[in-house]
């Protein structure tokens, strides 16, 4: 089993940038592959990027590819969303979240068990 603890979010003007963190306990991180996932107001939960368990290959929404990037330390059971050149469409709360599933669709919100409390970031116009 896995807990996890998103930091980072904030307030930023567009075209700024945050760097997010979602810190993992649980001996086995390693073995996770780990998703960044957000929610506007009045939407549904939505799937940002992901990355393998080794780092060797990472997957992006269209809406946030070439902004955003996706990176884990697996010494310190850390995964990281850096988001740059932000728009007030990126205002969501972000979500991290593990699955120990090595196969299906891993951009489906329903493919993972575990998930963090969420951080809210707003980038203002």
């Known amino acids: 089993q896995v807990q996890l603890v998103e930091s980072g979010g904030g307030l930023v003007q567009a075209g700024g940038s945050l760097r997010l963190s979602c810190a993992a306990s649980?001996?086995?991180?390693?073995?996770?592959?780990m998703g960044w996932f957000r929610q506007a107001p009045g939407k549904e939960r939505s799937f940002v990027a992901r990355?393998?368990?080794?780092?060797?290959?990472?997957v992006y929404a269209d809406s946030v590819k070439g902004r955003f990037t996706i990176s884990r330390d697996n010494a310190k059971n850390t995964v990281y969303l850096q988001m740059n050149s932000l728009k007030p469409e990126d205002t969501a709360v972000y979500y991290c979240?593990?699955?120990?599933?090595?196969?299906?669709?891993?951009?489906?919100?329903?493919?993972?068990?575990?998930w963090g409390q969420g951080t809210q970031v707003t980038v203002s116009s």
């Open positions: 979240a593990a699955t120990q599933r090595l196969f299906g669709d891993l951009s489906r919100r329903d493919n993972y068990g575990y």
């Open positions: 649980g001996r086995t991180f390693s073995s996770y592959t």
């Open positions: 990355i393998s368990w080794s780092a060797g290959n990472t």
